[in-house]
């Protein structure tokens, strides 16, 4: 009896078990349904532009609108200097005079200081501006998307805000931002301290030189930072985008379901048909027009046939259709005055080959009478072109 108290006990626990085993597996995902292990499809990365979601770097952008600011004031230098010298002429012509200096001079001066400033940093303002747009068009394309500007609530949450500043994503940033620093520290510093002999013999030089060898320097920090942030750039462009394609993978059952959605649009198939219809059209359209002559049987079978003695071993079957689709053919034919013969069993047999095939052997007989027939309805048609016969019997 104790024996048996303890088989049931034991059987207790099993089907406790299996009754505890099954509930978790009946809670827990499916790991091969549930994981993000499927790329994105069209559709979703569509979806995902729309709303203003594309691969960016913004890197990419800082570097070249950087090299554009720079080069632009090089080459406005001159006019620059130029706009800031007749403003100080201004200004040291007013000192001195001090009797006259009252608000309106000191109004005139601000004013003119003013527009010497703007025409001096409105072409460098001008060149980022272009170069910003320019840069942000060869990443992401031409794209207009309101969903980045509509206000969230989330946004507003500083608990949220908190959490985003500890973030993977922020983190790796704010560690890029570091090495950039350190990175323009370093160069300025290895630039300075090769410079540094030529830079305290500056006393010695004419000021002409020792602006000149500034330029020199700056130039050659300038050079280094660029190479570098380059470097950087093309480094974090393969990282946003490789983190904005993993970020867009999708499940299986994503993926089944965006396929039957698209399948079963009707609009889409509507769309698929038609594109089908305009293409076999078009083709049916050509080869009709290469025609020689169109074999029917008379109107429920009409086939194509094209033969060119100098590049075809033998007539080929170029078009064939049944029904609805060989009246197509017939008309086209009428349209474009190629001969129509009636053949049923001629027509019969073509049918059963295949477009573009050459006519085998057992059907030389027959097409060499239809080929007569069309070159007999050719030579008519020399004779009385008011009227010439377009279908045989």
């Known amino acids: 009896m104790g024996g048996c108290f303890a088989d049931n006990r034991r059987e207790g626990y099993f089907l406790g078990d299996s009754f505890l085993f099954s509930r978790y597996n009946s809670i827990m995902p499916e790991g091969s349904s549930q994981e993000k292990t499927e790329n994105a499809t069209p559709r979703r990365l569509r979806e995902a532009r ?9 890197d990419v952008e800082t570097v070249f609108v950087l090299i554009a600011l720079f080069m632009t004031m090089a080459a406005t ?20 005079v001090p009797q006259a200096i009252d608000g309106g001079v000191i109004w005139g001066l601000g004013k003119a200081g003013l527009l010497a400033m703007a025409k001096a940093l409105a072409p460098i303002f001008l060149a980022g501006m272009v170069m910003a747009v320019f840069i942000g068009m060869i990443q992401v394309g031409t794209i207009f998307s309101g969903e980045t500007l509509k206000p969230k609530l989330e946004k507003l949450n500083p608990i949220e805000g ?37 830079v305290l013999l500056t006393s010695t030089i004419s000021m002409l030189d020792s602006a000149k060898l500034g330029g020199h320097i700056i130039m050659s920090f300038f050079i280094k930072v660029c190479v570098c942030f380059i470097v950087i750039a093309i480094i974090d462009f393969v990282i946003q985008r490789w983190n904005f394609m993993k970020n867009m993978r999708m499940t299986k059952e994503e993926v089944k379901r965006e396929y039957k959605q698209d399948e079963g649009d009707p609009a889409v198939k509507g769309e698929r048909r038609r594109l089908h219809r305009e293409m076999a059209f078009g083709d049916v359209k050509r080869a009709v027009k290469k025609a020689d002559v169109v074999v029917t049987n008379p109107v429920h079978v009409a086939c194509v046939l094209e033969y060119n003695k100098t590049e075809m071993g033998a007539p080929t079957l170029t078009a064939k259709g049944q029904r609805q689709f060989a009246q197509m053919i017939i008309d086209l034919a009428k349209e474009e005055g190629i001969p ?51 279908v045989y019997a």
Request: proline residues 5%; neutral net charge; aromatic residues 10%.
């Open 77 to 96: 230098m001159g006019m620059m200097g130029g706009e800031f010298k007749h403003y100080f002429q201004l200004c040291f012509s007013a000192i001195a």
């Open 162 to 198: 908190l959490k985003n500043m500890f973030q993977v994503v922020a983190l790796i940033e704010l560690a890029k931002n570091i090495a950039k620093m350190a990175v323009v520290f370093y160069i300025a510093y290895s630039t300075l301290k090769k410079a540094i002999n030529d």
């Open 340 to 390: 129509i013969v009636r053949n049923i069993p001629l027509a019969w047999s073509l049918l059963h080959l295949e477009v573009d095939d050459e006519v085998p052997e057992d059907l030389y007989e027959a097409v060499a009478e239809v080929l007569t027939i069309v070159y007999e309805m050719k030579q008519e048609k020399e004779k009385s072109p008011e009227n010439p016969p377009s």
């Open 50 to 58: 729309k709303k203003g979601q594309v691969p960016k770097s913004k």
